[in-house]
């Protein structure tokens, strides 16, 4: 089996702003694994955060030298492991002809609805941004500051019926979230995600949750759930972070027999990244794989997504 590592780079169509900082493109690294008459593709997204770029993923997929069972023992959890784990199902997908959803014995996927992501900026900016998506029905707002409380105020008044969750990208503290919490309530906010520092996150065991709570950069694959316990109360599942549909699905059904909820989530990337999560996000709380709606670029053969939410991918892009 031949494996190729490529880097791609999609302009975003407005500049992208977290609490750890801005971008105007994504820059992204496509695998392709061929053989035996099939080709099969798969995209990650490397993150700082996690303490990857895009050189040091490409090495590890370029020295990847097993078979697709070896992955697991092979690689960690984390970008390299999932663009290889996705281009290998897309690759025996193609060569089978059959879909993914098939091969693992699953129902064919539905839309989803999708949250739609409007990026930390002054309270003004952040309520022009409400008003211009205020039809969509669900508003993720990138949060993450001790001055948050007037952003939470300005979106609200410009999308006044949308459904609304917050991600704090870890920008807060325990005592800016417990002042903040009440605020969250009265706002109509669904869930907030990742309100603490994943290292610092033991105080949502000892604080009031009076909305659900959950985990980002606190969960990363099956093995990351023992540490969650009695802190939070949903996991947000990414592929890049899970290292592949097949480690994630793993954790959706462990997490879910746990009792938490699910919410499935992605990087800025293109189409092909959010194409395998699209199984992964049926039926869960809620789905955030807006990467592509971001974008003034995409894929040749692009997912659809419309008022019934984002659609799984066509053969032509993956699967």
Same mark, same amino acid.
């Not at 990351?224 to 990414?238: E, F, Q, T, V, W």
């Not at 974008?295 to 053969?301: F, K, S």
């Not at 659809?304 to 659609?311: A, K, N, P």
């Given at each position: 089996m031949k494996v190729s590592v490529t880097r791609d780079v999609f302009q975003l169509a407005e500049v992208f702003t977290i609490s750890r900082g801005s971008r105007t493109e994504a820059q992204v690294l496509t695998v392709t694994v061929e053989g035996d008459g099939a080709r099969g593709m798969g995209e990650c997204v490397p993150y700082a955060r996690y303490g990857e770029t895009l050189e040091s993923v490409s090495a590890q997929i370029a020295?990847?030298?097993?078979?697709? *069972? &070896?992955?697991?023992?092979?690689? /960690?959890?984390?970008?390299?492991?999932?663009?290889?784990?996705?281009?290998?199902?897309?690759?025996?997908?193609?060569?089978?002809?059959?879909?993914?959803?098939?091969? $693992?014995?699953?129902?064919? *996927?539905?839309? =989803?609805?999708?949250?739609?992501? $409007?990026?930390? &900026?002054? *309270?003004?900016?952040?309520?022009?941004q409400a008003v211009k998506h205020a039809s969509r029905p669900l508003l993720k707002i990138k949060l993450g500051t001790p001055d948050d409380m007037a952003r939470l105020e300005a979106v609200r008044r410009g999308a006044p019926d949308a459904d609304i969750i917050v991600d704090a990208n870890e920008g807060w503290t325990a005592e800016v979230y417990a002042d903040l919490a009440p605020h969250l309530i009265r706002l109509g906010v669904k869930m907030v995600e990742q309100p603490l520092p994943a290292d610092a996150d033991d105080m949502l065991a000892e604080i009031a949750r009076p909305l659900p709570v959950c985990a980002d950069e606190s969960c990363h694959d099956r093995g990351?759930? /023992?540490?969650?316990?009695?802190?939070?109360?949903?996991?947000?599942?990414?592929l890049d972070k899970t290292g592949g549909l097949t480690e994630a699905l793993a954790l959706k059904r462990q997490a879910q027999a746990e009792g938490y909820g699910v919410m499935v989530g992605c990087m800025v990337g293109s189409s092909l990244a959010m194409a395998p999560a699209t199984i992964?996000?049926? #039926?869960?709380?809620?789905?955030?794989? &807006? %990467?592509?709606?971001?974008?003034? =670029? &995409?894929?040749?053969? *692009?997912?659809?997504?419309?008022?019934? #939410?984002?659609?799984?991918?066509?053969?032509? $892009?993956? %699967?």
């Open positions: 020295g990847f030298t097993g078979a697709w *069972p &070896d992955l697991p023992d092979a690689l /960690p959890a984390g970008a390299a492991r999932n663009a290889l784990d996705c281009a290998f199902w897309d690759h025996a997908a193609k060569r089978a002809g059959k879909r993914v959803w098939d091969l $693992l014995g699953l129902p064919a *996927p539905t839309p =989803e609805i999708t949250a739609f992501t $409007l990026s930390l &900026d002054t *309270p003004e900016a952040m309520q022009r990351s759930l /023992p540490a969650l316990r009695g802190k939070y109360d949903m996991i947000n599942i990414k992964l996000a049926q #039926g869960v709380a809620f789905t955030d794989l &807006d %990467g592509p709606l971001l974008l003034a =670029e &995409d894929r040749d053969e *692009p997912l659809q997504f419309d008022h019934l #939410g984002v659609h799984p991918p066509a053969t032509a $892009l993956w %699967g």
